[in-house]
């Protein structure tokens, strides 16, 4: 199993970054997919999951209209378009594979399956 997060860097505040997470190993259009976070300092937070099928989707209140989740079952591969950017949201981002067939608003609160080894986001003047 393994899941490559790229598209991390350093970004002005206001910018947009695209996150990407290539999956591969293991049925990724059965899977809930979702995106973490951790500054330094904080406690992980879920910023945004993805239904297996794409039709749900479900975001943290910090990022709520500025990021936007998506994924494509044919490339294995889940987004996370993040626009507007702040300071706040400098912090390691990882992505998770979790809830195979289960449902996004169960698996919100689940932090098990596979993870990546996280992209870094730096926003910054």
């Known amino acids: 199993v393994q899941l490559v997060e790229s598209g991390g860097g350093l970004v002005q505040p206001g910018e947009s970054l695209r996150l990407s997470c290539a999956a591969s190993?293991?049925?990724?259009?059965?899977?809930?997919m979702k995106w973490y976070r951790q500054a330094p300092g904080k406690e992980r937070e879920l910023v945004a999951a993805?239904?297996?099928?794409?039709?749900?989707?479900n975001y943290g209140d910090s990022v709520n209209d500025r990021f936007t989740i998506s994924r494509d079952n044919g490339e294995q591969t889940v987004y996370l378009q993040m626009n507007s950017l702040k300071p706040e949201d400098t912090a390691v981002y990882y992505c998770?594979?979790?809830?195979?067939?289960?449902?996004?608003?169960?698996?919100?609160?689940?932090?098990?399956?596979?993870w990546g080894q996280g992209t870094e986001v730096t926003v910054s003047s």
């Open positions: 993805i239904s297996a099928g794409g039709g749900t989707t």
């Open positions: 190993g293991f049925p990724f259009s059965s899977y809930v």
């Open positions: 998770n594979a979790d809830c195979p067939r289960g449902l996004v608003r169960s698996c919100v609160t689940k932090t098990g399956g596979y």
